[in-house]
Each structure stands twice: as C-alpha cells, then as structure tokens.
C-alpha cells in the first residue's frame, strides 16, 4: 500500500517514523514485529498526529473497498477487543468531517450511532501498549477484502416518509414489550403483532409507489450474524427477511449477512431480527434449565437444534403473517417489487451456494424450539380493501 505525505519539511522525520514502524509492523504478522515497529512509535511522540492520518486514510480506503462504519467496527470487535473497537471508533469520526462522497441516511444512521458509543473513550495508556494496539487495529484495516457496494442507490432520508415514525415507534413498543415479558405466550403473541404492523407498513409503502411511482430502487443493508450458532441464526434472519419481502445472503466469513429490499422493509427486518433473537434466547435459556432439572447436561447440540427449529417455526407463522395483508389487486405491486429486489441481489451476489445447516441432532432441542416458536396466538387482520 503507497501511503502519501505532505511536503512540508517539517513532517519528515515523523513521516519516517511511521513508515518505519510500517514496514517493520504491518506486513508481517509475528509478535516481533509487532514490538519493533510500537517501540519506534513509542519513541517518537512527534508521530502521533502522522500515525493517526495514516489510519483516517486507512479508514477512507475501507469506504472505497464497500466497508461501512457498522462493518467495520463490528470486524473489529470480533477479530481484536475493546480497546481496537475505540480506536477505529475515533479514526471513522475524525475522517467523517473529510468524506467527500455522498452518503445516505443508513450510513449518517451509523455514524450517529458511533457518536453515542464512542462519547467516553477509555485512557490510553502507556506509549509502548498504546502504540501496540494501533499497529494491530491497522493490519486488521490493512487486509479487509472488498465487499459488494451497497451505496449505489441509496434511499429516499427517512425523514421523508411522514407515516414511518409513527408506525415503526408503535412496532418498536410491542417488540421491547415482547422482550421483557416472562411469558413466552405473550411474547410471541406480541412479535406476531408486530409482523402485522410491519406488513401492513410494507403494504402501504407499496400502495403508495404504486399511486405516485418514484425514482426509489432496492437498497440493502448488512447485519450482524455473531456466533455462536451462527448458523441458525443466519436462518432466522433469512426467515425474518424473507417474510418481509427481503432477500438475505450470508456471509460466513465475516460473520454478516446482506439484506436486500426497499427501506421500510430493511428497517422492519432489523427490528424483528433483533427482538427474536433475544427472545429465542431467553426461551432457550428456559428450556435448558427445564433439561437440566430433568437430569440431562447441557449440550451444544441441544442449542444448535434449539435455534433451527425455532427460526423454521417462526419463519412459516411470519410469512402466513405477512400474507393476511395481502389483497389481489396488490400482488402486480408486490410482484413488481420482488422482481426489483430479486435483480438488485442477483447483481450483488452474482454467484452464492447454499449450505446444509449443520449440527441439528437433537430431537428434544427440535422439539423445544420448535414449541416456543409455537407459542404464539398469530392473530390476523382483514385485507386492506
């Protein structure tokens, strides 16, 4: 990587010194140097403000490769720790004020976000472990892979849509409710609720583009899939996408997947996502305490299982959810917006293989997963007229 340098003499020698550091750090992956390269950063305080550039550049060069502020610091946290997750934190706002390129309102989201967590950041130390931990952030930086471009039609700005706020603050309401209750009958009654608000927040996006078609297009985002189980999960929130007339494709790898589909509906599968997972959980939790009463241990497999048969169940009760709000003289709309959103995958993942979910062994996992999931009283509603 060719890193550029300003002209003035005066920023020579730290310019040197990181460079140093560099050669001596970044391109190799030993213990040893990782210690030559932070004891010459260490050395030389002149270079901090160097240091940090070369890190906003860094940064900038993951925008370029189709990272996102989100992807990014989620990478981190999986690959290094907390103290690596405030570094980057601090590098992707420092280089906020200097990103040229128009951004949509998924990704200021995001930034937003950053302001919130990264508000107290931790002290730093001494030099030398200081030193250490930027030099590990940025060999992380340094070999992210290209991913898909998501930017490429971005979304209408939330704001915009008058009726989403309101809608999404009362499905927001009955998902914290669905989380906090003890009763798994409530919890799913509530979830299922909040499906129907979601399709018929979708629908009515739909009717809409259908009365004043305009210039919005499919837009996708990346969520988190952290292991463990990350399997099962994966197949929840395809479950979830799906339903809310989405398409998911999962990256393994690195431990997201991508989510294909027009704002209303990427907003709902984030929400739903997120609550059912913390109710699958929970309910998993119960269940395993209930096992182990009843003499048998705990068991990976036995969670595994867990897992996949609930986002199965939950997957089919959503999308019969889903299909209640659907009247005939809608489905040439939501036609159209499948094929739409079908495209916009095929042309970000032009080749995926599917996979055979592995390590779903254990009959009384199944059978409690798929119970939980179960549990919920999935009222309907009458076709939207």
């Known amino acids: 990587m060719t890193f550029r340098r300003h002209g003035t003499i005066g920023l020579v020698s730290t310019s040197s010194t990181v460079d140093r550091a560099f050669r001596a750090a970044l391109y190799d992956t030993g213990d040893t140097a990782l210690d030559t390269g932070a004891s010459l950063l260490a050395a030389d305080p002149a270079a901090d403000a160097e240091l940090s550039r070369r890190g906003e550049e860094l940064v900038a060069t993951a925008w370029r490769r189709g990272w996102q502020p989100a992807d990014v610091v989620r990478v981190v946290r999986r690959e290094l720790d907390d103290a690596h997750v405030r570094l980057v934190t601090a590098l992707i706002r420092a280089q906020a004020p200097r990103d040229d390129t128009p951004r949509g309102p998924r990704w200021r989201a995001q930034l937003a976000r950053l302001g919130e967590e990264g508000a107290d ?51 927001r309401a009955l998902l914290a409710k669905a989380e906090a209750t003890g009763f798994p009958e409530e919890a799913e009654a509530l979830s299922a609720k909040a499906q129907e608000l979601m399709a018929r927040h979708s629908v009515d996006e739909a009717l809409l583009a259908a009365r004043a078609p305009s210039a919005e297009a499919p837009g996708a985002c990346r969520i988190g899939v952290e292991p463990p189980y990350e399997q ?84 089919t009760r959503l999308a019969a959810v889903a299909e209640t709000q659907v009247s005939d003289d809608l489905l040439p709309v939501l036609a159209s917006r499948a094929v739409a959103v079908t495209d916009r995958t095929d042309r970000l993942f032009p080749e995926t293989i599917t996979t055979r979910l592995r390590g779903v062994s254990d009959a009384a996992g199944w059978e409690e997963g798929a119970r939980a999931a179960d549990d919920a009283r999935v009222r309907t509603r009458p076709h939207l007229p």
């Not at 250490?132 to 930086?141: D, H, I």
């Not at 994966?234 to 989405?246: E, I």
């Not at 294909?260 to 929970?282: C, H, K, N, R």
């Not at 269940?287 to 609930?310: D, I, M, V």
């Open 121 to 171: 950041p931790a002290p730093r130390g001494d030099r030398f472990s200081h030193a250490t931990a930027v030099l590990e952030l940025y060999r992380l930086l340094l070999r992210l892979p290209a991913l898909e471009p998501l930017d490429g039609t971005p979304a209408p700005d939330s704001s915009d849509r008058r009726p989403e706020s309101r809608m999404l603050g009362r499905i």
């Open 232 to 315: 099962a999960k994966a197949v929840l929130l395809d479950a979830v996408a799906g339903a809310n007339h989405c398409r998911a494709v999962w990256n393994e790898p690195l431990g997201f997947s991508t989510v294909v589909g027009f704002a209303p509906d990427l907003e709902a599968v984030e929400l739903l996502y997120t609550s059912l997972l913390v109710q699958a959980t929970t309910a998993m939790t119960r269940a395993e305490a209930a096992q182990r009463a009843g003499g048998r241990k705990r068991t990976k497999t036995f969670r595994q299982s867990f897992l996949a048969a609930y986002a199965h169940r939950v997957g």
